[in-house]
Nanobody
Framework: QVQLVESGGGLVQAGGSLRLSCAAS????????MGWFRQAPGKEREFVAA????????YYGDTVKGRFTISRDNAKSTVVLQMNSLKPADTAVYYC???????????????????WGQGTQVTVSS
């Protein structure tokens, strides 16, 4: 089992920045590909960003490309989502996820993730 705990959410004005962190525990963190997803009220869960086990490969959803950056620190068992130039449309609950099935790859499909955090709220005001 892997436990994931997100932090760093909050309220920010449009154009501002937030840094989300996800702390993992329970298993060897470097055995897992990691991802961030988000879900706004009344909408389906949306892929945000993914990173492979080493951090050498990353991938982003079209709506966040160029504004968000995903990174990981295997020594600290953390994955970070740096969010810049935030928009009201970025308002959602953000979830950290992990999977050991394809650790060498970036994983976009939520159904391939085995472990999920509890989520952290991000609210961007206009």
């Amino acid at each position: 089992q892997v436990q994931l705990v997100e932090s760093g959410g909050g309220l920010v004005q449009a154009g501002g920045s937030l840094r989300l962190s996800c702390a993992a525990s329970g298993r060897t963190f470097s055995n897992y590909a990691m991802g961030w997803f988000r879900q706004a009220p009344g909408k389906e869960r949306e892929f945000v960003a993914a990173i492979n086990w080493s951090g050498g490969s990353t991938y982003y959803g079209d709506t966040v490309k160029g504004r968000f950056t995903i990174s990981r620190d295997n020594a600290k068992s953390t994955v970070v989502l740096q969010m810049n130039s935030l928009k009201p449309a970025d308002t959602a609950v953000y979830y950290c996820a992990g999977t050991g099935r394809r650790a060498w790859d970036v994983v976009v499909r939520s159904s391939l993730y085995d472990y999920w955090g509890q989520g952290t709220q991000v609210t961007v005001s206009s």
